[in-house]
T-cell receptor, first 113, second 119 residues
Framework: EDQVTQSPEALRLQEGESSSLNCSYT??????LFWYRQDPGKGPEFLFT???AGEEKEKERLKATLTKKESFLHITAPKPEDSATYLC??????????????FGTGTRLKVLA | GAVVSQHPSWVICKSGTSVKIECRSL??????MFWYRQFPKQSLMLMAT?????????EQGVEKDKFLINHASLTLSTLTVTSAHPEDSSFYIC???????????????FGPGTRLTVT
């Protein structure tokens, strides 16, 4: 079954305490994996697109990596303003010839000052 | 670039009335847009895929006569909640797909969302 699983569901970090969020997927025909940040009451904000295993993308304190089974979002020395829900999504090619997206349930990150 | 707007950002309506939500791609053309619904502390639930110039494709369990979608131009899709009831109260978010690379991955850019409250 095509599935995207994010862990942990929630994470509390002290400011400056680096950590990683995980997004594992079981889809065939992967065409891309995306990371988004969502603040309460707002729409998701695009962060990264990863396409092939071994690919890495960085933006400020965030670094996303991709393997054939999972992606990690590494947060280095987080600040309170990094507190948000982080969503990952995959795009894959279906057997019927269309593209489909599946979103994970997200990781709620809280960074304490 | 890749800015998507939604209007209104919040709306309160009475039970039985209809509400229209607009989703616009401001700096790019979007032949495909998606409409999502999100409950508190839950992930996005895809309601339908909106394609410019054709009928929307609804996900299983979504009433197409209740949630009318129109994608009349390359920059505008609308979602009309007809005969709204309190259980329709939710956060509705649209996204627009960027095809211009010509090959996947195709990124979705999201609007800021619309909070609908039906009294």
């Amino acid at each position: 079954e095509d599935q995207v699983t994010q862990s942990p569901e929630a994470l509390r970090l002290q400011e400056g305490e680096s950590s990683s969020l995980n997004c594992s997927y079981t889809v065939s025909g992967l065409r891309g994996l995306f990371w988004y940040r969502q603040d309460p009451g707002k729409g998701p904000e695009f962060l990264f697109t990863l396409y092939s295993a071994g690919e890495e993308k960085e933006k400020e304190r965030l670094k996303a990596t991709l393997t054939k089974k999972e992606s990690f979002l590494h947060i280095t020395a987080p600040k309170p303003e990094d507190s948000a829900t982080y969503l990952c999504a995959v795009q894959f090619h279906t057997t019927s010839g269309t593209y489909k997206y599946i979103f994970g349930t997200g990781t709620r990150l809280k960074v304490l000052a | 670039g890749a800015v998507v707007s939604q209007h209104p950002s919040w709306v309160i309506c009475k039970s039985g009335t209809s509400v229209k939500i607009e989703c616009r791609s401001l700096d790019f053309q979007a032949t495909t847009m998606f409409w999502y619904r999100q409950f508190p502390k839950q992930s996005l639930m895809l309601m339908a895929t909106s394609n410019e110039g054709s009928k929307a494709t609804y996900e299983q369990g979504v009433e197409k006569d209740k949630f009318l979608i129109n994608h009349a131009s390359l920059t505008l899709s609308t979602l009309t909640v007809t005969s709204a009831h309190p259980e329709d109260s939710s956060f509705y978010i649209c996204s627009a797909l960027i095809w211009d690379r010509g090959r996947p991955p195709y990124e979705q850019y999201f609007g800021p969302g619309t909070r609908l409250t039906v009294t």
